[in-house]
């Protein structure tokens, strides 16, 4: 079981739509910006049996999930708890971002003259596919369509932080931001991004339905342009 989405453990009620941002229906609606509760929620994460927990005692779960991984599970299958151990923390810290292999061996053997001499592509690979398994690791690939969940990075930089795509060739963009102060630059690389993929004659991209930027400190969803809305995330639903 995937753990559970702010919206499926009710922290708080989701009062905007993802589909109904497809649809074209959107309210505005405000919450309470509650930093410290945002906090507790990640820290407290979405596993069912800790959802009525504290911040501190699921993560007790989480330590003793990860313990029993590192100390059964990978030797079990032949590989090093170590540098599993390193791994994870070093998914963590790049959490979000594009890293190479290279970023990730640098990660884990820092301090080590040639990191890629301890723990060659193939061999970290391994290891990835093993996180895969486990469920400790769900990448999001780059946009490829007709794929429903992908992000956007071309080689100028240009970026969005998710791009869903409908079945019915329905798309969307969504940036993510910890805070408000981002919140009218996402909206222009946004806007640049429609601008760009649309403008291809060859790629027939039709317009996305909406562009989002989702804001993990904030109080008032709102619309903010054409398609363009801004959204706490503590307010967003299926």
């Not at 301890?118 to 990835?128: C, F, K, P």
Request: with cysteine.
């Amino acid at each position: 079981m995937a753990p559970m989405s702010l919206a499926e453990s009710g922290d708080p009620k989701a009062a905007v739509s993802l589909a109904g941002l497809f649809d074209g229906v959107f309210k505005p609606v405000s919450c309470e910006k509650d930093t410290v509760r945002l906090v507790e929620l990640a820290c407290r994460g979405g596993w069912p049996e800790a959802i009525e927990s504290s911040a501190e005692d699921a993560q007790l779960v989480a330590r003793a999930c990860l313990e029993l991984i590192y100390s059964e599970t990978v030797p079990d299958q032949g590989m090093d708890s170590f540098v599993v151990g390193r791994l994870v923390g070093s998914i963590a810290r790049n959490l979000g971002q594009s890293a190479t292999y290279a970023t990730i061996a640098q990660d884990i053997y820092g301090a080590e003259e040639s990191p890629q001499a301890l723990i060659g592509d193939a061999r970290l690979a391994e290891y990835l596919r093993l996180l895969r398994r486990l469920y400790l690791l769900e990448e999001v690939p780059g946009w490829a369509r007709p794929v429903p969940l992908r992000y956007y990075r071309d080689g100028s930089g240009l970026e969005a932080d998710v791009i869903i795509e409908l079945s019915d060739g329905r798309w969307a963009a969504v940036e993510i931001k910890l805070g408000e102060d981002k919140v009218e630059k996402a909206i222009e690389s946004l806007n640049h991004l429609e601008e760009k993929v649309c403008s291809r004659a060859r790629a027939r991209v039709r317009p996305p339905e909406f562009k989002l930027v989702l804001v993990g400190v904030s109080e008032h969803a709102r619309k903010v342009g054409d398609r363009a809305y801004v959204v706490p995330l503590r307010l967003l639903g299926a």
